[in-house]
């Protein structure tokens, strides 16, 4: 029946890169590349970009505790999941089983981090591995991260050693079937790496 159709709706976690949010073309962007597969449903992980840059820094200056940091990190993934929210107009839900069972929505992931999250609380942890780890509890079929470049690699394995993704993400992705890096500063949307 389409009812039973709707609860096995595949779902993609989508891991918009902070850095995007710099621009203003990211909603046309993201809108086209999420309506390429429309029969998909999208759990959205938003990084925190020049926010969470600023707590680097902090850091830098500080020395500070690295617990704090992370916290502080993922605190403020909670504002740029809400901007991307608002510019977008995608719903913004709090908790993964909050995820609704069709269309696209942003997840904040702070609730699931401080409930359910394995990962280390250290700037070893990105919001890359967040989303990968995010990816591994819906079962999900497949993990994007768009970010503003492509990795050198195809291997998704050399990506954490060319910095592209943190130490930890080669770990947190070790059941996700497929992984994938789209450049969304490419206007065509096509420089897309991954298995």
Same mark, same amino acid.
């Given at each position: 029946s389409w009812g039973n159709r709707m609860t096995e709706c595949p779902i993609r976690v989508v891991k918009v890169g902070g850095s995007l949010l710099e621009n203003e073309w990211l909603p046309e962007r993201l809108q086209r590349l999420l309506q390429m597969s429309p029969h998909v449903r999208h759990g959205l992980? !938003?990084?925190?970009?020049?926010?969470?840059?600023? !707590? @680097? @820094?902090?850091d830098h200056t500080h020395g500070l505790p690295q617990p704090w940091c992370h916290w502080s990190s993922i605190r403020l993934m909670s504002e740029t999941a809400r901007l991307l929210a608002q510019v977008c107009a995608l719903p913004l839900v709090n908790d993964i089983p909050e995820l609704p069972q069709t269309g696209n929505s942003i997840l904040d992931c702070r609730q699931f981090m401080a409930r359910q999250s394995q990962l280390p609380q250290s700037w070893q942890t990105s919001s890359d591995s967040m989303a990968a780890e995010i990816a591994q509890i819906l079962n999900a079929d497949e993990l994007w991260l768009l970010k503003s470049a492509v990795p050198a690699s195809r291997l998704v394995s050399a990506w954490p050693a060319d910095g592209f993704v943190d130490s930890q993400f080669a770990q947190a992705i070790e059941n996700t079937r497929q992984v994938f890096a789209v450049n969304l500063a490419d206007p065509d949307l096509l420089s897309i790496r991954g298995i």
């Open positions: 992980v !938003v990084g925190g970009g020049s926010l969470v840059d600023t !707590v @680097r @820094r902090w």
